[in-house]
């Protein structure tokens, strides 16, 4: 029987109480992947001489302002902002952008058709030295990544483009299967960070997540079973008149007999049979788009309209924010605001209210017509505990549950204190099956890389106003629809908690 394997692989990798047990290993610490990736040859080009405004590399004054940009912008996005002390005395890196269990699969890698800083050839973003390492040098390289794109026009307007990648293994030896869950949403905070970062250094990342896989991982020179391209983002000058990103919809093949998969196996199958050989078109777009899904006809209903999030003149506390960005460990017991609660909303569903202040008022996204936000209040000063049905077109909460869940978050986010004690608890849903009819089992990143994409909005929104953030990947899948009246067809994609830091 054909069925669909993004279907399959989330069914498979649903957290439940009564298996988890007895599913979970112990980790073998011996063998947990280094989260860098090392290149034997190759020119080192370094990036951090100009992170200092006061060095002044002896190059002309273009040069220098491009490299300074391409050296910020990367740091933004995914560098080293913070070191913590390891048990067995070494230290361990933190990024700017957040990662499950701090595993960081994602890799980013430059193509350069050839720009004044970057001869035409491959590059790796080296995270640990804050370098790029030129590994494959050649003019061809942009005609084979526009051939893997099947021509995408954006990438006739530029010559410079980043790819994610993700090392799968990175993130499976700790959480097996679930893994590609986790790293998809991994590299959608890194998306969220390409964005801002790209608004601070003037340059507007595109999202192209619809290519041949097998023609971009080999120009990358990627071992596919390990590795894995997932998004392509071409970089656009901002002062240049934006096109708009003529979509990312292309379709794979839907469904097929899926064969037994024992444990261990659900995620390579899933990215491999999500791969493009030759694009087909998607099916055409949802009807009501512009229109709120869930219209309940009962529960109150609270305007999210608010003023902006002011952030700073040139945008300085958005730098500031992303640099000092934490995943809160624990909060107090002290409530939100409902003013809080909004803004940070407001920050993350409303992206054009933002670009007056200069940043991107239409962002890429895969397809947020296709992803639900749901919000379990337990401590927001203004506002009745319960679940509420975010409703981005006419900005309001709609509720549709109405009673404190702490305990119930408590158990649904696997006993972690983060869920219990949050003011407010964000899940992110999607209608599986309408993704897939319409996207195929891509589909599946493309929710899970918009979804982890929202969860950085919603995670820097949080350090500008001074609350706490923190993602959560993990919880008992079925049971959050049940407790917090989600409807069924809605799978949970991902959860944000929202709190005051303790
Ligand atoms: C997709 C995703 C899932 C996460 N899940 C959890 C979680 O279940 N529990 C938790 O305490 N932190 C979770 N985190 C936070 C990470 O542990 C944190 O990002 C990582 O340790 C790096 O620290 P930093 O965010 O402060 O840079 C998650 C982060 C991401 C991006």
Same mark, same amino acid.
């Given at each position: 029987m054909n069925e669909s394997i993004a279907q399959h692989y989330h069914d498979r990798t649903k957290y439940d109480p009564d298996t988890i047990a007895k599913k979970s290993k112990d980790l073998d610490w011996q063998a947990q992947p280094s989260p860098y990736k090392d290149y034997r040859v190759g020119t080192s080009y370094d990036l951090k001489s100009y992170l200092s405004p006061d060095q002044q590399p002896d190059q002309d004054g273009l040069l220098i302002h491009s490299w300074r940009r391409l050296s910020r912008f990367l740091l933004l996005s995914y560098g080293l902002t913070a070191k913590v002390s390891t048990w067995d005395g070494g230290y361990h890196y933190l990024r700017s952008s957040p990662s499950a269990g701090g595993l960081y699969p994602a890799e980013v890698y430059v193509v350069s058709g050839g720009t004044p800083i970057l001869p035409a050839g491959l590059y790796n973003y080296q995270v640990r030295t804050h370098s790029l390492v030129h590994f494959w040098d050649s003019s061809e390289v942009w005609l084979q990544l526009q051939e893997a794109c099947f021509s995408h026009p954006i990438l006739h307007q530029t010559r410079l483009s980043l790819v994610v990648t993700a090392v799968f293994y990175r993130s499976a030896w700790r959480y097996e299967d679930r893994a590609y869950r986790r790293v998809l949403l991994d590299s959608g905070h890194l998306l969220g960070n390409l964005e801002v970062s790209g608004a601070l250094v003037g340059l507007r990342p595109y999202l192209i997540g619809g290519f041949g896989d097998r023609r971009l991982n080999d120009l990358l020179f990627l071992q596919p079973k390990e590795e894995g391209a997932l998004v392509v983002a071409p970089l656009l000058e901002t002062q240049e008149e934006m096109p708009p990103n003529p979509t990312v919809a292309i379709a794979s093949s839907v469904t097929h007999t899926i064969p037994h998969l024992p444990d261990g196996q659900l995620l390579g199958y899933l990215h491999q049979h999500s791969e493009i050989e030759?694009?087909?078109?998607?099916?055409?777009?949802?009807?009501?788009?512009?229109?709120?899904?869930y219209n309940l006809p009962f529960g109150s209903r609270i305007s999210t309209k608010t003023p902006p999030i002011f952030w700073g003149d040139d945008l300085s506390?958005?730098?500031?924010?992303?640099?000092?960005?934490?995943?809160?460990?624990?909060?107090?017991?002290?409530?939100?605001?409902?003013?809080?609660?909004?803004?940070?909303?407001?920050?993350?569903?409303?992206?054009?209210?933002?670009?007056?202040?200069?940043?991107? %008022?239409?962002?890429?996204?895969? #397809?947020?017509?296709?992803?639900?936000?749901?919000? @379990?209040?337990? /401590? &927001?000063?203004g506002l009745e505990d319960g679940c509420y049905y975010v409703a981005p077109h006419t900005q309001e909460l709609r509720q549709v549950r109405f009673k404190n869940f702490r305990a119930e978050l408590h158990f649904l986010?696997? %006993?972690?204190?983060?869920?219990? #004690?949050?003011?407010?608890?964000?899940?992110?849903? @999607?209608?599986? /099956? &309408?993704?897939?009819?319409?996207?195929?089992?891509?589909?599946?990143?493309?929710?899970?890389?918009?979804a982890g994409h929202l969860g950085q909005r919603l995670n820097l929104g949080a350090i500008a106003l001074g609350l706490g953030a923190s993602g959560i990947a993990g919880f008992f899948d079925q049971h959050v629809n049940e407790v917090l009246g989600i409807p069924v067809d809605e799978a949970v994609l991902y959860i944000t908690t929202i709190g005051r830091p303790d």
């Amino acid at each position: 029987m054909n069925e669909s394997i993004a279907q399959h692989y989330h069914d498979r990798t649903k957290y439940d109480p009564d298996t988890i047990a007895k599913k979970s290993k112990d980790l073998d610490w011996q063998a947990q992947p280094s989260p860098y990736k090392d290149y034997r040859v190759g020119t080192s080009y370094d990036l951090k001489s100009y992170l200092s405004p006061d060095q002044q590399p002896d190059q002309d004054g273009l040069l220098i302002h491009s490299w300074r940009r391409l050296s910020r912008f990367l740091l933004l996005s995914y560098g080293l902002t913070a070191k913590v002390s390891t048990w067995d005395g070494g230290y361990h890196y933190l990024r700017s952008s957040p990662s499950a269990g701090g595993l960081y699969p994602a890799e980013v890698y430059v193509v350069s058709g050839g720009t004044p800083i970057l001869p035409a050839g491959l590059y790796n973003y080296q995270v640990r030295t804050h370098s790029l390492v030129h590994f494959w040098d050649s003019s061809e390289v942009w005609l084979q990544l526009q051939e893997a794109c099947f021509s995408h026009p954006i990438l006739h307007q530029t010559r410079l483009s980043l790819v994610v990648t993700a090392v799968f293994y990175r993130s499976a030896w700790r959480y097996e299967d679930r893994a590609y869950r986790r790293v998809l949403l991994d590299s959608g905070h890194l998306l969220g960070n390409l964005e801002v970062s790209g608004a601070l250094v003037g340059l507007r990342p595109y999202l192209i997540g619809g290519f041949g896989d097998r023609r971009l991982n080999d120009l990358l020179f990627l071992q596919p079973k390990e590795e894995g391209a997932l998004v392509v983002a071409p970089l656009l000058e901002t002062q240049e008149e934006m096109p708009p990103n003529p979509t990312v919809a292309i379709a794979s093949s839907v469904t097929h007999t899926i064969p037994h998969l024992p444990d261990g196996q659900l995620l390579g199958y899933l990215h491999q049979h999500s791969e493009i050989e030759t694009p087909s078109p998607a099916a055409p777009a949802p009807q009501n788009q512009n229109q709120d899904k869930y219209n309940l006809p009962f529960g109150s209903r609270i305007s999210t309209k608010t003023p902006p999030i002011f952030w700073g003149d040139d945008l300085s506390e958005l730098e500031s924010s992303i640099l000092k960005r934490r995943s809160t460990r624990r909060f107090s017991a002290e409530p939100l605001d409902l003013a809080e609660l909004k803004a940070l909303l407001d920050f993350t569903y409303q992206p054009q209210h933002y670009a007056e202040q200069g940043f991107d %008022g239409a962002p890429d996204f895969f #397809d947020l017509s296709l992803i639900e936000t749901f919000v @379990a209040v337990s /401590a &927001v000063e203004g506002l009745e505990d319960g679940c509420y049905y975010v409703a981005p077109h006419t900005q309001e909460l709609r509720q549709v549950r109405f009673k404190n869940f702490r305990a119930e978050l408590h158990f649904l986010c696997l %006993g972690q204190e983060l869920g219990r #004690d949050a003011g407010a608890v964000v899940f992110h849903t @999607a209608d599986l /099956a &309408v993704a897939i009819q319409h996207y195929g089992d891509r589909a599946y990143r493309y929710l899970h890389l918009d979804a982890g994409h929202l969860g950085q909005r919603l995670n820097l929104g949080a350090i500008a106003l001074g609350l706490g953030a923190s993602g959560i990947a993990g919880f008992f899948d079925q049971h959050v629809n049940e407790v917090l009246g989600i409807p069924v067809d809605e799978a949970v994609l991902y959860i944000t908690t929202i709190g005051r830091p303790d």
